[in-house]
């Protein structure tokens, strides 16, 4: 059972916080043994749900390719061991793609060379905008229901972040404030009740209907890695979104697992209802801040 990568939920941070720091630029976005897998199902969804995962508007052409330029000269200064280019063609982890092919928008190419997915955010009269995206791992979104939408109305529906709270305000001058040479990352969590990295759900319900039956043993974590890196000439700013997928038995397998399962309790008996009903946990949350204490007391016990 692989160890969880990351871990937001261990007090370094609160839910429904903006939570951004700095990014080393060589760190921009990363690239593991599971490349080659997530590369596999995005190039099937690009068969399947192409209309659903990616969006384009017309005036974005030379911003995406700024983007892809960028992230090319990125993966092989940083990520060589990965990555091979021979003329216009990127090989990695089993898979290539033409970087010239004019065909598949620029932003089609960036995405299907990294596990990361990507949406380009524009500065509009009414607020930073998605004006483009390869969103092949929606974390219960929709990219048909936010796109060429401005940040107010993308998190409408989060707790905290309506338009006109501070929240609201200062994600918008972060996005202004934002540096070229100096990018921006921040970590997000939430519950699925299945191993699914493609989980478009439009609206959150109170409850997640795939809750149902399921023991709080059986869940996953949904860790977010999110990036924010400005282009220097467009100004536009692309948005990096890494999915990792970690059962919630994992926990126990860290050195700290015991602590971090206390953690990820105290966090979700911390959340509002407003909150709870936003993730989805209105019926597991006391099962999972149970399933997650027994696991702690556990750990202690060895």
């Not at 690239?31 to 080659?36: A, E, N, Y």
């Not at 483009?132 to 109305?153: I, Y």
């Amino acid at each position: 059972m692989n160890i969880p990568t990351y871990a937001p939920y261990d007090g370094s941070s609160k839910p429904f916080t903006i939570g951004v720091s700095t990014l080393d630029p060589h760190q921009w976005v990363e690239t593991d043994s599971d490349l080659g897998r997530y590369l596999d199902e995005k190039q099937q969804l690009a068969e399947t749900h192409y209309d659903d995962i990616v969006r384009a508007a017309p005036d974005t052409g030379q911003a995406q390719q700024e983007c892809l330029d960028l992230l090319v000269q990125h993966l092989l200064a940083d990520h060589a061991g990965h990555y091979r280019r021979t003329g216009d063609r990127m090989e990695m982890a089993g898979h290539s793609v033409d970087l010239c092919d004019e065909t598949v928008p620029p932003i089609v190419r960036a995405g299907s060379l990294i596990a990361d997915d990507l949406v380009l955010l524009r500065k509009k009269e009414d607020g930073w905008t998605i004006v483009a995206a390869h969103l092949a791992f929606p974390s219960s979104w929709s990219l048909a229901e936010k796109f060429n939408r401005p940040m107010d109305q993308v998190h409408a529906t989060v707790p905290g972040f309506e338009g006109g709270t501070r929240n609201a305000l200062l994600v918008n001058r972060i996005f202004d404030n934002l540096q070229p040479a100096i990018p921006a990352k921040r970590y997000n969590w939430s519950i699925n009740w299945t191993y699914a990295l493609y989980h478009p759900v439009s609206l959150r319900p109170v409850s997640d209907p795939l809750s149902t039956g399921l023991s709080a043993a059986n869940a996953f974590i949904r860790v977010e890695r999110q990036s924010l890196r400005k282009l220097p000439i467009s100004g536009d700013i692309v948005f990096t979104i890494r999915i990792y997928l970690d059962p919630l038995r994992a926990l126990i397998d860290r050195p700290d697992g015991g602590l971090l399962a206390a953690k990820l309790a105290d966090q979700l008996e911390s959340l509002t209802p407003d909150q709870v009903n936003y993730k989805g946990l209105a019926e597991k949350r006391d099962d999972l801040v149970r399933c997650l204490r027994d696991a702690g007391l556990a750990a202690k016990a060895v």
